[in-house]
T-cell receptor, first 118, second 115 residues
């Protein structure tokens, strides 16, 4: 079974600075998807970014980018120019690809609470 | 992405009672999922609900406790039956859009407190 590990329960960053959240995962599959979700106090799970394992290029979405190291099974999230609205719980998640015949469910890490200081 | 709504947004219930949570999507989707998020914890999948078939439950979750309906491609319900304080959690539905498979979008969640 796949597992996702987020080793940083809490992180803090100064407004306008850059922060990196860590995520590692364990799988024997070669084709899969990785995600970062944000959960603010409103509890809505918001998709931040998605990475396909077959793509070597790291995904980016505006101020959010990932460092995907497939061999190391590492998937970190970098937030640039941090804003107060970035404060939230961030969850890393794994999903098998259909080609692997695996479940469609998302496997989540335990989350990292990000605080943004003004 | 799809717009997903859930009702109720929150509720306080007495032990032994049941609560039905509704999930409505603004477009037709094949795959719908129900997750539980216990206080301070991550999300755990309860079951996958596909229209026209029985829901598929994850290990540790049973139909008698969490019956699910999926009457059409835009709607699903999750019932939490015979509740106990241990059922106090946030319950979230999610969908995979047929035009954007492999990515799940979540509803706003239902916060349940069982006394």
């Amino acid at each position: 079974a796949q597992t996702v590990t987020q080793s940083q329960p809490e992180m803090s960053v100064q407004e306008a600075e850059t922060v990196t959240l860590s995520c590692t995962y364990d799988t024997s599959e070669s084709d899969y998807y990785l995600f970062w979700y944000k959960q603010p106090p409103s509890r809505q799970m918001i998709l931040v970014i998605r990475q396909e394992a077959y793509k070597q290029q790291n995904a980016t979405e505006n101020r959010f980018s990932v460092n995907f190291q497939k061999a190391a099974k590492s998937f970190s999230l970098k937030i640039s120019d941090s804003q107060l609205g970035d404060a939230a719980m961030y969850f890393c998640a794994y999903r098998s690809a259909a080609t692997q015949g695996g479940s469609e469910k998302l496997v989540f890490g335990k989350g990292t609470k990000l605080t943004v200081n003004p | 992405s799809a717009v997903i709504s859930q009702k109720p947004s929150r509720d306080i219930c007495q032990r032994g009672t049941s609560l039905t949570i509704q999930c409505q999507v603004d477009s037709q989707v094949t795959m719908m999922f129900w997750y539980r998020q216990q206080p301070g914890q991550s999300l755990t999948l309860i079951a996958t609900a596909n229209q026209g078939s029985e829901a598929t439950y994850e290990s540790g979750f049973v139909i008698d406790k969490f019956p699910i309906s999926r009457p059409n491609l835009t709607f699903s319900t999750l019932t939490v039956s015979n509740m106990s304080p241990e059922d106090s959690s946030i319950y979230l539905c999610s969908v995979e859009q047929d035009t954007d498979q492999e990515t799940q979008y979540f509803g706003p969640g239902t916060r349940l407190l069982v006394l």
